[in-house]
C-alpha cells in the first residue's frame, strides 16, 4: 500500500540531482574496465563538472595518462541515502556520463549525460538545465535536522500524522522523517510488509534553517488543530 496524499511541490529535478551531488559523501566511478568506489573525494564547481582527488595509485590515474585521446569516458554514481533509519533507505540515484582529464592534480570530469532515479522512475536531465541549477538551500543540512527530529522529537513526528490522509495510516507500525527541502517534509509510512511516503508542504519555501523552523512549527501548529489520528496497527490490504 502506498499513500494516498496528493504529491506537492518539490524542487525541480536538476536542482535534486544537484542536492544529491553536494551532499553525496562517496560515489562510484566506471571506465575502460576499472570501477572504483570513492569516499569523500569528490567536489563539484559551479558549472556542474565534478572535481575528484583520487589516491597516487589509483587505477583511475592510469587510465586518464593513458588513454589513446587523453580524455577517457567514465560514468560516475552517486546514491542519496536518508539519513534516518528506515526501510530501503536509498531515496534515489544519481548517474553522470560524461568524459574525464587529469588537470591541476584533480581528475576533471565533464558530463555529457545526467540522469536522476526516483521512486517515480529515472529523469533524463538536460545539461544546461544542470548545469544552471543549485542545490536546494536545505540540503546540507538535512541530515542534522532529520536525525534531531526523529531521535529527539519523536512526538513531533507523532503530531504530524495528524495532518496525514487517515487512508495513508491504514496499518502503519512505524513513522520516521525521510527527506526535507525548501518546499516541505517527507514522511515515510511503513507498514508490515510495505510502505509509502507523505509529503506535508510548507505554506511557503524555506531558504535558510531558521525559515524551516518557523514552517514546521506552522505544520505542528496546523495538526494541533486537528483531531489527533492515533497510528492504526491493525492489518490492512496488501500487509499481510
Not at 87 to 96: G, V
Not at 188 to 197: K, M, V
Request: glycine residues 8%.
Amino acid at each position: 500500500m502506498g499513500d494516498s496524499q496528493v504529491w506537492t511541490a518539490a524542487p525541480a529535478t536538476a536542482e535534486h540531482a544537484r542536492s544529491v551531488l553536494a551532499t553525496a559523501w562517496s560515489c562510484s566511478v566506471a571506465t575502460e574496465g576499472v570501477r572504483e568506489e570513492l569516499i569523500g573525494a569528490h567536489t563539484v564547481d559551479d558549472d556542474g563538472r565534478v572535481l575528484l582527488d583520487v589516491p597516487e595509485d589509483s587505477a583511475l590515474l592510469a587510465v586518464a595518462l593513458c588513454a589513446p585521446r587523453g580524455e577517457p569516458s567514465a560514468v560516475l554514481e552517486f546514491a542519496d541515502v536518508a539519513p534516518v533509519p528506515v526501510r530501503q533507505r536509498i531515496r534515489a540515484r544519481l548517474w553522470i556520463a560524461g568524459w574525464f582529464s587529469l588537470a591541476e592534480g584533480h581528475l576533471v570530469f565533464r558530463p555529457t549525460r545526467v540522469v536522476l532515479r526516483q521512486r517515480s522512475g529515472a529523469t533524463l536531465i538536460g545539461l544546461d538545465e544542470f548545469t544552471a541549477a543549485a542545490p536546494d538551500p536545505l540540503a546540507t543540512a538535512e541530515a542534522g535536522l532529520l536525525t534531531h527530529l526523529a531521535d529527539r522529537h519523536g512526538d513531533a513526528v507523532e503530531r504530524l500524522t495528524r495532518l496525514v490522509e487517515p487512508g495513508s495510516l491504514l496499518g502503519a507500525t512505524r513513522v520516521q522523517p525521510l527527506a526535507v527541502d525548501r518546499h516541505g517534509l517527507t514522511l515515510r509510512i511503513e507498514r508490515r510488509r510495505a510502505h509509502g511516503d507523505v509529503r506535508l508542504p510548507f505554506h511557503t519555501p524555506a531558504d535558510t534553517v531558521a525559515q524551516l523552523t518557523e514552517r514546521v512549527h506552522v505544520l505542528l501548529s496546523q495538526a494541533s488543530g486537528d483531531c489527533p489520528r492515533a497510528l492504526h496497527r491493525r492489518r490492512a490490504d496488501g500487509d499481510g
